[in-house]
């Protein structure tokens, strides 16, 4: 069984599409689930995947607090029961189309990452800032990487339920490649197709930088349950800070209008703010240490 995971927020747009793509693909593949893990959105994402499930039975739907896309993948896969598993975002920019190709490569790797080879983002905002990551992430972790951030990728079960036992605080779901390659160096990356976001509104802004510097570096140094102890908040304090400037800045540009900058603060920064950061860097989730890797 392939079991695709799908972690959405606020995706009342986008939802419907990318589980109609995937089951447009289902006769080309064996038997299939698609499990959607709402991240506690605010709109109609929920009932959308509910209408879906009424018509196809292989749709499930996991509803859970909001606490960010981690989070949302760690709790997909493990109530996933496919031994070969699909990560796949929920904004309808991947394409599940690529998703066969992917899967067969399985016959010879034990994970397939996709990057975004056309990708259809903004820029300076977007396309640039993860160029210079990836470029970095690379040298740090001596692993070459073409695209950390795009969430198209598929395991088989033995590989990811090891990759998922990292997945333990906000925004480790960008260094899943980072986890894969300790475990396996059967890893290849292929080209998959990206779109132009068209509806909702991006998740992932300027703000993400402070915390994907705090958690290479973290990780750089042999902690690979990057959960920082109390002694650290005056540096949670500085990322914090930064990260909501730049979420400002971010949203101020693409928001369009005063009254959707106001909307957007009050839905997304300060609930991202308080869940990505007293939650995680002032370390009131488990510290996971690295007896874990036993």
Known sequence: ?????????????????????????????????????????????????RKKQIRNDIVRLISVKHSGQTRAFRIGIDNSIGDK?????????????????MINKLNEFD?????????KDPVF???????????ILSWIFDFKVYDYGCSLKVFKRETIDKVKIHLVCEGMHRFIPFFANIYTKRI??????????????????LERIPTVIYHMLTLKAGNLFPVPNIKNGIVAIFIILTSFV?????????????????????????????????????????NYNKEYLN
Request: proline share 2%.
């Open 1 to 49: 069984m392939i079991s695709v995971v799908v972690p959405v927020y606020n995706e009342e747009e986008n939802i419907s599409k990318v589980i109609d793509e995937i089951i447009l693909i289902r006769d080309r593949l064996e038997k299939i689930e698609i499990i959607v893990v709402d991240d506690g959105s605010c709109d109609n994402t929920v009932e959308v995947v």
């Open 85 to 101: 598993v699909v990560l796949i975002d929920g904004d309808f920019q991947n394409s599940a189309l690529d998703i066969p190709l």
């Open 111 to 119: 994970a397939v990452l996709g990057y975004r080879k056309n990708r």
């Open 125 to 135: 905002f977007k396309i640039i800032p993860s160029k210079i990551a990836n470029i």
């Open 188 to 205: 290849i990356q292929i080209a998959v197709s990206h779109r132009k976001r068209e509806k909702g509104i991006s998740k992932n802004g």
């Open 246 to 286: 730049l979420f400002l800045i971010d949203r101020l540009i693409f928001s369009g209008s005063f009254k959707k900058l106001i909307k957007d603060t009050l839905y997304l920064s300060f609930g991202w703010l308080y869940y990505n950061f007293v939650l995680d860097i002032i370390n009131t989730r488990k």
